[in-house]
């Protein structure tokens, strides 16, 4: 499944994570096939995965479009 909805380097973006509600900055939009944290992830042109970190804590995380809403800017 696809997602139609496309974000973009330095949006601010919320996601589901284990401690609840967290919110990051992309800083990298992933259209082909990687490798992380020791995983092949899967993503395409029509369907990428977003690299984020978060606002809080220097974690990065990687989730598809899917994963993630759009959050307005302060």
């Known amino acids: 499944m696809t997602s139609t909805r496309q974000f973009q380097i330095g949006d601010h973006v919320s ?3 284990e401690a609840g509600r967290v919110s990051g900055h992309i800083r ?3 259209t082909g096939d990687f490798g992380w944290k020791g ?3 899967h993503a395409s042109q029509s369907d990428p995965q977003y690299e984020i970190t978060s606002d809080r804590t220097d974690h990065v995380a990687v989730h598809k479009a899917g994963a993630l ?3 307005p800017e302060n």
Request: cysteine-free; aromatic content about 16%.
């Open 15 to 17: 996601w589901n994570s």
């Open 28 to 30: 990298a939009v992933h």
């Open 39 to 41: 995983y092949t992830h």
């Open 69 to 71: 809403r759009l959050l």
